[in-house]
């Protein structure tokens, strides 16, 4: 069973900065796409990045687009997800997820394309 464990979340203030980090307990990390999703209150979970397996694609939402950046570092089985230019919309839990390998053009999008989730962590922006 594949584990993910997000850490970095907290209160910052509109125009700040956070990082989140994902650690995931898969020996072949390497071969999973990893992505973030969002959910804020009475709002479906959105996805905000996705990194593909192969680590020549990562997908952003446009409402992130130019402040998120995500990165894998396949050596240490992490995700990051660099948050700057901080909105109050921003406000919402942040999940990480993992998709595990079908096929060398897999881009999974969807909540039901990934197969393991993380607990969350939640992130405030205040105005």
């Known amino acids: 069973q594949v584990q993910l464990i997000e850490s970095g979340g907290g209160l910052v203030q509109a125009g700040g900065s956070l990082r989140l980090s994902c650690v995931v307990s898969?020996?072949?990390?390497?071969?999973?796409?990893v992505g973030w999703f969002r959910q804020a209150p009475g709002k479906e979970r959105e996805l905000v990045a996705a990194a593909k397996w192969s680590g020549d694609r990562i997908n952003y939402a446009d409402s992130v687009k130019g402040r998120f950046t995500m990165s894998r570092d396949n050596a240490e089985n992490t995700v990051y997800l660099q948050m700057n230019s901080l909105k109050p919309e921003d406000t919402a839990v942040y999940y990480c997820a993992a998709a595990r390998y079908r096929s060398a053009y897999y881009e999974p999008e969807t909540m039901s394309d990934f197969d393991s989730w993380g607990q969350g962590t939640q992130v405030t922006v205040s105005s």
């Open positions: 898969e020996r072949t990390f390497n071969t999973y796409t």
